[in-house]
C-alpha cells in the first residue's frame, strides 16, 4: 500500500543495487545517477540519515529511497517477521479532508462504507473509474477530530491529488462542505512482533488498546502531534506513526537505539507484502483491473452494493454475480525464480494469465507469486505451469497469504 506532501532535493551520490534486488522491488524503481534528468528526484526527510545508515538509495516513484541498507535483502526480511524493523515511508501521500459532508465526498471516490466506520477506525478502499478499474488503493481513516485521514501511494499521487481536487470542485459546485489539506508530514513504519515492545515506552497511550486499523494521535517519545495507526505492509503487527518533518530524524534515530529494531528498505518491503498476499499498485492492480478481479470485493461496502453508488458500480457489482473471466491467485512453483510478466501457462501449454508480482520466499524457501489467470483456473490446487527463460515450469495455486498473518486485534493476540 498502502502508502505526501513532499520535501524537495537533488538525487544524491548513485550506488550499485543487485540487479535481483531491483527486479523484486517493481519496474519503477531505478538506480540513481548523476545527471541532469535526477535533478526532479524527491528526497524525505529522512534522506541524510539512511545515507549514514549505510541505505543503498535508488529511485522510487520518484523519490530517493533505501532499497537496502548493510544488511542482506533475506536477513533484513527475516529479522521482521522475527523482531522489528524501521521503513520510512514519508513518500506516501497523507490528506485530511474536512467539511460536514467530507464523508460523503469521499465515499463519492472510493467503493468503501465509510459512514458505518467506529472513530478513529479505518479500512482499506479503493478511488475507482467509471469503468470499474482500479485508480489506486489507500487507507482512510475516519477520525475523532472532525477530518478524515488517508493515506495513499507514492506512485500514484499527482494522479490521486489531481483527482481529489477536480471531484472537490464539482462537489462544491453542488453546494457541499468538504476541503482537502495536503500534509507536509513524515511517516515512518514499525513493523514486527516486538513491535509493541519497542514503542510502548514512548508512548503516551495504551497500545493494548489500539487493534488493527484504528489510530489515536499522541505524544511519541516526547514528540507531541503524532498519528500513530495500527496496521502496515507486513502481515506483521505493526504500526505507522505520522510525525512532523522537523522531529522524525530525532524519532529514527531514538527507534534505532533499541536492539531490537533495524532499517528495512524497498526490497524487504516488497518481499514481506507479497508473502502476506498484497498487492503492490502499477504491478497487481491497476485501472484495467476491477476490484471483484483483483479478488478485493471485501473492500466494497455491503450498503455501496445495493445503492450501487461508487464509480463503476455499474460494472463491478453484476461481475460480483455473474463472475468475472479472470481471477487474481496466488502461485507457488518449483525451479528458477518467477517474475513479473511470466507468462502462466495451462497444463497442456496454453496461455492462460500472466504473473504480476513474483520473488523467492525467505520464510518458505520456495517460488511465490501472484497473477491474473482465466477463472477456470483458479481454484486453490490447480495446477498450472509458468513459462521461465521459455520454458515451462510446474506450478500450483495457492491460498494466500502465503505466510500467516499477525495483526493485532486484541482478542488472544
Known amino acids: 500500500m498502502l502508502l505526501r506532501a513532499i520535501a524537495g532535493g537533488r538525487a544524491g551520490l548513485g550506488v550499485r543495487v543487485p540487479t535481483g534486488i531491483l527486479r523484486l522491488v517493481a519496474p519503477t524503481v531505478r538506480q540513481e545517477r548523476r545527471s541532469s534528468a535526477e535533478g526532479a528526484v524527491k528526497r524525505t526527510e529522512l534522506y541524510e540519515f539512511h545515507r549514514a545508515q549505510g541505505g543503498r538509495m535508488v529511485e522510487f516513484a520518484g523519490w530517493s529511497m533505501p532499497v537496502q541498507y548493510r544488511d542482506s535483502h533475506i536477513a533484513s526480511h527475516l529479522h521482521t517477521r522475527q523482531h522489528c524493523s524501521m521503513f520510512d515511508v514519508s513518500h506516501m501521500l497523507q490528506t485530511k479532508i474536512h467539511g460536514k459532508d467530507r464523508v460523503r465526498f469521499m465515499e463519492s471516490l472510493i467503493v468503501g462504507d465509510i459512514a458505518e466506520l467506529k472513530d478513529n477506525q479505518g479500512t482499506l478502499s ?134 531490537e529494531v533495524r532499517l528495512a528498505g524497498l526490497g524487504a518491503r516488497d518481499s514481506l507484502r507479497l508473502e502476506a498476499g498484497l498487492c503492490l499498485y502499477g504491478s497487481d492492480i491497476d485501472e484495467t483491473t476491477t476490484p471483484v ?32 473471466r479472470r481471477r487474481r491467485v496466488g502461485l507457488l512453483s518449483t525451479g528458477p525464480p518467477v517474475r513479473q510478466h511470466t507468462p502462466i501457462l495451462s497444463p497442456d501449454g496454453q496461455v492462460i494469465g500472466e504473473v504480476t508480482s513474483g520473488c523467492p520466499s525467505p520464510c518458505l524457501k520456495q517460488n511465490i507469486a501472484m497473477g491474473y489467470v482465466e477463472a477456470a483456473f483458479s481454484k486453490v490446487g490447480t495446477a498450472v505451469r509458468v513459462e521461465v527463460r521459455k520454458r515451462p515450469v510446474d ?15 486484541g482478542q488472544g493476540n
Not at 522531529?247 to 533499541?258: I, W
Not at 479478488?295 to 468475472?324: E, H, N, Y
Not at 506450478?395 to 486485534?409: G, K, L, N, Q
Open 293 to 324: 478481479e483483483a479478488s478485493l470485493v471485501w473492500t466494497i461496502g455491503k450498503r455501496r452494493r445495493a445503492a450501487m453508488d461508487f464509480p463503476g458500480a455499474a460494472v463491478v457489482v453484476p461481475q460480483i454475480k455473474a463472475k468475472p
Open 395 to 409: 506450478a500450483v495455486v495457492s491460498r494466500m497469504p502465503f505466510v500467516s498473518t499477525h495483526y493485532y486485534t
Open 126 to 259: 479503493l478511488f475507482t473509474n467509471e469503468k470499474g478499474g482500479i485508480i489506486d488503493d489507500l487507507i482512510v481513516t475516519k477520525t475523532d477530530q472532525g477530518y478524515l485521514y488517508v493515506v495513499s501511494n507514492a506512485g500514484c499521487s499527482e494522479k490521486d491529488s489531481a483527482h481529489m481536487q477536480d471531484r472537490l470542485k464539482e462537489f462544491q459546485s453542488a453546494g457541499h462542505d468538504a476541503s482537502l489539506e495536503f500534509l507536509d508530514e513524515s511517516l515512518i513504519a514499525l513493523q514486527g512482533p516486538s513491535m509493541s515492545r519497542v514503542l510502548q515506552p514512548g508512548l503516551s497511550d495504551d497500545l493494548s488498546k489500539l487493534t488493527f486499523m484504528t489510530s489515536v494521535v499522541t505524544t511519541v517519545f516526547g514528540i507531541p502531534g503524532c498519528r500513530v495507526t495500527r496496521c502496515g505492509y507486513t502481515g506483521e503487527d505493526g504500526v505507522e506513526v505520522s510525525v512532523p518533518r522537523a522531529s522524525v530524524v530525532v524519532l529514527a534515530e531514538r527507534l534505532l537505539g533499541d536492539g
